[in-house]
């Protein structure tokens, strides 16, 4: 069946430093990715995403890399701040028409001052 | 910054009884949807809804569950006779076209006692 699961369960950096997050995905018929943030008691907050036809897309202080040979996808955060303490879902959506988003587990980010 | 609010955003009911919790998407968006998230865990798919329609609900989103575009504005989703299982917070998302980026509101937090 399909599932997105995420490697590392909490990751903990200094305020400055570049955060790596790690997301593995078994559908190989994926077809468009989503990492969102989530606060404490707050929705999902859409971060950046990329679709199959990708490898690597850049925003602001954000990159997303998509490596489909290994069904693997990243986020990099550059200078990472207090701020971006959150939990990270990585998140697919099929090919085929499918409307449903599925969730990986999530990760929590601990951005230490 | 358009975005998708839904209300309440905390209701406590009795077992048994049934809940509407409400959504008014972003304006111009086609795709809506209802996803849950029980605590501690992923965030789970539930329903999408296109041209007054359900396109894709999930096994979770049984006869209890229903959701209706009353008006223009408007996207609810009803549980007819809560249970205890049900406690979670259900997050309304929109998006403007299929398989695009999906924005999520801050939630309901659903208690059942």
């Known amino acids: 069946g399909e599932s997105v699961g995420l490697h590392l369960p909490t990751l903990s950096v200094q305020e400055g430093d570049n955060s790596i997050i790690n997301c593995a995905y078994s559908n190989s018929a994926s077809d468009y990715f989503i990492w969102y943030k989530q606060e404490s008691g707050k929705g999902p907050q859409f971060i950046i995403d990329?679709?199959?036809?990708?490898d690597k897309r850049q925003g602001q202080r954000v990159t997303v890399l998509l490596n489909k040979t290994v069904k693997h996808l990243s986020l990099q955060i550059a200078a990472t701040q207090p701020g971006d303490s959150a939990v990270y879902f990585c998140a697919e959506i099929s090919q085929g028409g499918s409307e449903k988003l599925v969730f990986g587990k999530g990760m929590k980010l601990t951005v230490n001052p | 910054e358009p975005e998708v609010t839904q209300t309440p955003s905390h209701q406590v009911t009795q077992m048994g009884q049934e809940v509407i919790l409400r959504c008014v998407p972003i304006?111009?968006?086609?795709?809506f949807y209802w996803y849950r998230q029980i605590l501690g865990q992923k965030v789970e798919f539930l329903v999408s809804?296109?041209?007054?329609?359900?396109?894709?609900k999930s096994e979770i989103f049984d006869d209890q569950f229903s959701v209706e575009r009353p008006d223009g504005s408007n996207f609810t989703l009803k549980i007819r006779s809560t249970k205890l299982e049900d406690s979670a917070m259900y997050f309304c998302a929109s998006s403007e076209y299929s398989q695009n980026t999906i924005y999520f509101g801050e939630g309901s937090w659903l208690t059942v006692v």
């Open positions: 809804f296109y041209n007054n329609e359900i396109s894709e």
């Open positions: 304006s111009n968006h086609l795709y």
């Open positions: 990329i679709r199959s036809n990708m």
